[in-house]
T-cell receptor, first 115, second 114 residues
Framework: GQQLNQSPQSMFIQEGEDVSMNCTSSSIFNTWLWYKQEPGEGPVLLIALYKAGELTSNGRLTAQFGITRKDSFLNISASIPSDVGIYFCAGRTNAGGTSYGKLTFGQGTILTVHP | ETGVTQSPTHLIKTRGQQVTLRCSSQSGHNTVSWYQQALGQGPQFIFQYYREEENGRGNFPPRFSGLQFPNYSSELNVNALELDDSALYLC?????????????FGSGTRLTVV
């Protein structure tokens, strides 16, 4: 099935460093979402973006909805050990009927933070 | 406010068997979606249920079917299990349209087909 192109696939960083990951698509999305998944758990929503060009922060996390509506990025500042996990981008089309609610996910970025 | 709960947490089945996975949606949420997450991959949309009817489906064969009940809980049924069906199955619920963003995911059911 279709997936978004998410990069990098994995990152190994030192505590305190900043992290940046991005997601691109050949399709336009009306909503971009960033999730974090930890072992044995389902994805947990970090940030939701609803408008092209929107820049939204949630604590140390900042995400932007690309102007073309085909890309998004997530930045994590001053990383800490509990940031470890898999980060997924997801796009959603808002069309009513059958498209409503379908999320298309990226392959994930595995983040490892060394203390 | 209770979140999305899924059962069972783990399951081992033999190829060719049938399986039923269950999901209780978050309070106030009326739409349920199911996703399949293979190891090392992002979740893939299977289908969505709204008002007890399927109203969106991903690229999955008909042997994947579901139900939604009047209390908005849902089941995912998979017939004639194949080895490639081994995955984490995630359920997500969302509120009525216009009542804010939802997509609360459960912790999933880990299905292993041997």
């Amino acid at each position: 099935g279709q997936q978004l192109n998410q990069s990098p696939q994995s990152m190994f960083i030192q505590e305190g460093e900043d992290v940046s990951m991005n997601c691109t698509s050949s399709s336009i999305f009306n909503t971009w979402l960033w999730y974090k998944q930890e072992p044995g758990e389902g994805p947990v929503l970090l940030i939701a973006l609803y408008k092209a060009g929107e820049l939204t922060s949630n604590g140390r996390l900042t995400a932007q909805f690309g102007i073309t509506r085909k890309d998004s990025f997530l930045n994590i500042s001053a990383s800490i050990p509990s940031d470890v996990g898999i980060y997924f981008c997801a796009g959603r089309t808002n069309a009513g009927g059958t498209s409503y609610g379908k999320l298309t996910f990226g392959q994930g970025t595995i983040l490892t933070v060394h203390p | 406010e209770t979140g999305v709960t899924q059962s069972p947490t783990h399951l081992i089945k033999t190829r060719g068997q049938q399986v039923t996975l269950r999901c209780s949606s978050q309070s106030g949420h009326n739409t349920v979606s199911w996703y399949q997450q293979a190891l090392g991959q992002g979740p893939q949309f299977i289908f969505q249920y709204y008002r007890e009817e399927e109203n969106g489906r991903g690229n999955f064969p008909p042997r994947f079917s579901g139900l939604q009940f009047p209390n908005y809980s849902s089941e995912l049924n998979v017939n004639a299990l194949e080895l490639d069906d081994s995955a984490l199955y995630l359920c997500a619920s969302s509120p009525p349209q216009g009542q804010g963003y939802g997509y609360t995911f459960g912790s999933g059911t880990r299905l292993t087909v041997v």
